[in-house]
């Protein structure tokens, strides 16, 4: 599976941003979809999650309420719509899939995107 993050850039605070990740190779099937994201000097935290199938959602409490995690069957693609971005929302965001993982710990997915910035100036 390749993932592909796209949708960064750079918001003021109180806005919004809709980050996709678009799955080639093969489709998400039975996948887990997560978001994870690492500011500098921090480790990588989870932030949301899918399951492909039955698309049951996970969120950090850090985001809930704000982030709002989706898929589009049509287009392979899972997106995380970002609102009310605060300065502590700034990092790099990635995502991630895996069959099985457990699901806001970033070793146990496989296969990662490289990241896409988000800045929220305040």
């Known amino acids: 599976v390749q993932l592909q993050a796209s949708g960064g850039g750079l918001v003021q605070a109180g806005g919004s941003l809709r980050l996709s990740c678009a799955a080639s190779g093969r489709t998400f099937g039975s996948y887990v979809i997560g978001w994870f994201r690492q500011a500098p000097g921090k480790e990588r935290e989870f932030v949301a999650a899918?399951?492909?199938?039955?698309?049951?959602?996970y969120y950090a409490d850090s985001v809930k309420g704000r982030f709002t995690i989706s898929r589009d069957n049509a287009k392979n693609t899972v997106y995380l719509q970002m609102n009310s971005l605060k300065a502590e929302d700034t990092a790099v965001y990635y995502c991630a899939a895996d069959l099985n993982p457990s699901t806001v710990v970033p070793s146990t997915y496989r296969y990662w995107g490289p990241g896409t910035l988000v800045t929220v100036s305040s």
């Open positions: 899918i399951r492909w199938s039955g698309s049951r959602t």
